[in-house]
Protein backbone atom coordinates (compact mmCIF):
# COMPACT_ATOMS: atom_id res chain seq x y z
CA UNK A 1 0.00 0.00 0.00
CA UNK A 2 1.48 2.87 -1.08
CA UNK A 3 1.97 5.84 1.35
CA UNK A 4 3.42 9.45 1.10
CA UNK A 5 3.74 12.63 2.59
CA UNK A 6 3.81 15.99 0.61
CA UNK A 7 4.79 19.47 1.59
CA UNK A 8 1.62 21.06 -0.37
CA UNK A 9 2.23 25.42 -0.59
CA UNK A 10 -1.36 26.97 -1.28
CA UNK A 11 -1.96 30.07 -3.75
CA UNK A 12 -2.04 33.27 -1.63
CA UNK A 13 -4.84 33.38 1.00
CA UNK A 14 -6.09 29.54 0.18
CA UNK A 15 -4.70 27.78 2.89
CA UNK A 16 -7.71 27.45 5.09
CA UNK A 17 -9.93 26.43 1.65
CA UNK A 18 -7.31 24.40 0.62
CA UNK A 19 -6.90 22.46 3.66
CA UNK A 20 -10.79 21.70 3.93
CA UNK A 21 -10.76 20.39 0.16
CA UNK A 22 -7.60 18.11 0.67
CA UNK A 23 -9.41 16.88 3.85
CA UNK A 24 -12.73 15.99 2.48
CA UNK A 25 -10.58 13.82 -0.16
CA UNK A 26 -10.45 9.64 0.02
CA UNK A 27 -6.82 8.97 1.10
CA UNK A 28 -5.81 12.10 2.41
CA UNK A 29 -4.51 13.28 5.85
CA UNK A 30 -4.30 17.13 5.66
CA UNK A 31 -1.87 18.86 8.82
CA UNK A 32 -1.69 22.93 8.54
CA UNK A 33 1.56 23.99 9.52
CA UNK A 34 0.78 26.92 12.68
CA UNK A 35 3.58 29.28 11.91
CA UNK A 36 3.71 28.69 7.96
CA UNK A 37 1.43 29.06 4.70
CA UNK A 38 2.24 25.66 4.22
CA UNK A 39 0.01 22.23 4.57
CA UNK A 40 1.58 18.14 5.18
CA UNK A 41 -0.42 15.93 3.10
CA UNK A 42 -0.37 12.38 4.00
CA UNK A 43 -1.70 10.10 1.88
CA UNK A 44 -2.18 6.52 1.54
CA UNK A 45 -3.75 4.36 -1.20
CA UNK A 46 -4.45 0.58 -1.57
CA UNK A 47 -3.18 0.06 -4.90
CA UNK A 48 -0.65 1.64 -7.75
CA UNK A 49 -4.35 2.45 -9.41
CA UNK A 50 -5.52 4.10 -6.58
CA UNK A 51 -2.15 6.23 -5.82
CA UNK A 52 -2.53 7.69 -9.89
CA UNK A 53 -5.86 8.35 -9.56
CA UNK A 54 -5.24 10.33 -6.49
CA UNK A 55 -2.08 12.17 -7.96
CA UNK A 56 -4.25 12.84 -11.41
CA UNK A 57 -7.03 14.30 -8.81
CA UNK A 58 -4.41 16.23 -7.02
CA UNK A 59 -3.00 17.70 -9.92
CA UNK A 60 -6.58 19.50 -10.94
CA UNK A 61 -6.64 21.39 -7.63
CA UNK A 62 -5.79 24.91 -8.92
CA UNK A 63 -5.12 26.30 -4.99
CA UNK A 64 -2.35 24.22 -5.25
CA UNK A 65 0.92 26.56 -6.27
CA UNK A 66 3.20 23.97 -5.22
CA UNK A 67 3.53 20.31 -4.12
CA UNK A 68 6.55 18.79 -3.32
CA UNK A 69 7.28 14.75 -2.42
CA UNK A 70 8.76 14.62 0.84
CA UNK A 71 8.96 10.32 1.95
CA UNK A 72 7.41 7.66 -0.34
CA UNK A 73 7.19 3.91 0.76
CA UNK A 74 5.19 0.94 -0.95
CA UNK A 75 4.34 -1.82 1.53
CA UNK A 76 3.48 -5.18 -0.21
CA UNK A 77 -0.04 -6.83 1.43
CA UNK A 78 0.58 -9.95 2.62
CA UNK A 79 -0.99 -12.43 0.97
Known sequence: MPIK????????????????E????QHCEVVPAEN???LILI?????????????QNLEKISDIKLMALVSGFNT????
Open 5 to 20: SYLVHPAEGKKETLTN
Open 22 to 25: LSNM
Open 36 to 38: EEV
Open 43 to 55: TETDSKQEEEELK
Open 76 to 79: PKNS
